[in-house]
DNA sequence: CACACAGGTTCAATGATCAGACCCATCTCG
DNA sequence: CGAGATGGGTCTGATCATTGAACCTGTGTG
């Protein structure tokens, strides 16, 4: 987003665009929800030019909402999590898929409450428990019988799958 | 937004990215929210380019997020009104003002429920009344002993004073 | 040691944004 | 009626972000 910020703008709305309103942005935190936490498969999946991830990515840790810490398993590589700021970001997330469901393009994918299988009201909470689950209660699987266009990135892939948001995929 | 759009991204937060990820795009609907029908309140509380504004305007209109009508009072003018889809982008505006407002810049505004003058929850909840208010049924004012960068512009002075949002300023 | 790969950085070309000048229709005041 | 002011734009050159491709570097693998 050009220029990154609306200066004089005295609003936390404003506030909050200038962190996450740039373009790209909020698809890596939607993946990070996801458990998505590479480099490699963040560009796979999202087909976004390399300089501009690494540009978001760092970004999106210098405002605290991913942390990047090196990667156990691979030596020299990088894991990027979601941070307790980045989590408070699920309503932002959840509120414009659902409005992109009703208004856009309709969603491939569905979210449930993980403990009772209850699909989310759209102000995000469980009409079945009638509280609002935090993220890490929450799955989310393909719709049935969709037919988008197939992507065949790992990350497409394993996400036919149901799957528990913020858990590694 | 560069492109203006995603490709391959099968996926309702990119279709609503789309049309609301732009640059500008959620602050003139956040306006559109507060009861800024004209063009010219627009220019003057956003500091937006005429350029930029006519084209964002544009493309709400062109998704059907607001309405152009003809100005009653004076000939030649429009006025911009938020649409059924438009106003459906409410918990959106909210539950980033809630983010913005605890992670970023504090806000200079607060949002209380019309019937019981409750402020409202991070989920755009009403603790008092166990309901989801339109938005309709919000009001907004500003934050008391809040001293942020004061303008003076039309729009900026009228919202000193607490305001029902989509009712015209 | 050669190679592949993850994770970047650098580059020229493209496209969006910006500030300011310009334009036209309507209203206001003399 | 005519002159100027105002609203709502369009147009233009300069600036800045995005893009895809090429290049670079450190780590694991054969």
Redesign the pocket.
């Given at each position: 987003?050009?220029?990154?910020a609306y200066p004089q703008q005295d609003c936390s709305l404003a506030g909050a665009l200038e962190i996450v309103g740039?373009?790209?942005t909020l698809l890596i935190v939607r993946d990070a929800f996801y458990g998505v936490q590479?480099?490699?498969?963040l560009q796979a999946h999202l087909?976004?030019?390399?300089?501009?991830l690494?540009?978001r990515?760092e970004g999106l840790v210098g405002h605290g909402i991913l942390a990047r810490r090196p990667?156990p398993e691979?030596?020299?590589?990088?894991l990027y999590e979601l941070t307790a700021a980045g989590r408070d970001l699920w309503p932002v997330i959840h509120s414009l898929v659902t409005w992109g469901n009703r208004h856009g393009r309709a969603n491939s994918r569905l979210f449930r409450h993980a403990a009772c299988d209850t699909e989310l009201a759209a102000d995000g909470s469980c009409p079945a428990c009638a509280l609002t689950p935090p993220p890490q209660d929450v799955i989310t699987a393909p719709r049935p019988r969709h037919r988008g266009a197939r992507r065949e990135d790992p990350v497409a892939v394993a996400l036919r799958e149901p799957h528990r948001l913020l858990t590694r995929l």
């Open positions: 987003m050009l220029g990154s740039e373009r790209w590479r480099f490699s498969e087909d976004i030019p390399k300089a501009v690494a540009d990515l990667d691979h030596g020299g590589r990088h």
